[in-house]
C-alpha cells in the first residue's frame, strides 16, 4: 500500500480471503512454529520503518516477538525459519552494504545468537527434513555475480554452494513434504 502496510491474509480450504492480520510497514518473511503461532518480519520502506519481528497468535492478535533493538542500524529482516529446536532463524539485509547480510538466531524467549555473517543479500530460508539450511543469495547476476543457493551443515560451519544462477535471482525457497 502507498503507506508501506502490509496485510496478511488466510485462505479458507474453498479459496475464499480472510484478513488475518497487518503489519505497520513493509512485510517479508513468513514462518509458523510448531504450535500453530505465524511469525511475520516487517523491513523499512523508504528507511522509515523499525526492523521488528511479530508474532501473531492463531486468532490472528498481533504482539512483538523481537523488536528494532534487535536489529543495527540499517539491518533489517527478511527471510524466516524455525529449525527442529524452535529456534527461529533470520535471514539479514543490511542497506548500506549489500556483502554484509548475516543469519542470525532466536530462541523460543528471543535470545538471539550469530549463525553466518558476510552473505549477499541472503533472503529466504528453508530447513530440509536433515536440518541442512539453505540460503539464497540474489547477487547479482547481471554484474557478473552469480545467484547462488548456500546450504548450512546442521548446527553451523561453513557452507556449500548447493546451487548458482548465472541467469536470475534466487530469492525464496521452501520444502514440499516428501510424495
Same mark, same amino acid.
Given at each position: 500500500?502507498?503507506?508501506?502496510? %502490509? @496485510? !496478511? =491474509?488466510? /485462505?479458507? &480450504?474453498? +479459496?475464499? $480471503?480472510?484478513? #488475518? ?7 517479508? *518473511? ?20 523499525? %526492523? @521488528? !519481528? =511479530?508474532? /501473531?497468535? &492463531?486468532? +490472528?492478535? $498481533?504482539?512483538? #516477538? ?7 542500524? *540499517? ?20 542497506? %548500506? ?83
Amino acid at each position: 500500500s502507498p503507506t508501506g502496510a %502490509s @496485510t !496478511i =491474509f488466510k /485462505f479458507t &480450504p474453498s +479459496g475464499d $480471503r480472510i484478513v #488475518f492480520g497487518s503489519l505497520p510497514s513493509q512485510g517479508w *518473511g513468513l514462518a509458523f512454529d510448531s504450535a500453530g503461532k505465524l511469525y511475520a518480519a516487517q523491513g523499512p520502506v523508504g528507511f522509515d520503518a523499525d %526492523s @521488528t !519481528i =511479530f508474532e /501473531f497468535a &492463531p486468532d +490472528g492478535t $498481533r504482539t512483538v #516477538f523481537v523488536g528494532p533493538d534487535a536489529f543495527a542500524t *540499517g539491518e533489517y529482516p527478511v527471510g524466516l525459519a524455525f529449525d527442529r529446536s524452535g529456534n527461529l532463524f533470520v535471514s539479514i539485509e543490511t542497506l %548500506s552494504d549489500p556483502e554484509a547480510g548475516s543469519i542470525v538466531y532466536f530462541s523460543p524467549t528471543g535470545v538471539k545468537s550469530p549463525f553466518a555473517t558476510g552473505l549477499i543479500i541472503p533472503r529466504g530460508l528453508a530447513f530440509d527434513s536433515w536440518g541442512y539450511l539453505f540460503v539464497p543469495e540474489v547477487n547479482q547476476p547481471e554484474l557478473g555475480q552469480p545467484g547462488d543457493i548456500l546450504k548450512f551443515p546442521p548446527g553451523g560451519g561453513t557452507p556449500t554452494v548447493f546451487a548458482s544462477f548465472s541467469i536470475g535471482r534466487p530469492e525464496f525457497l521452501t520444502f514440499g513434504p516428501p510424495r
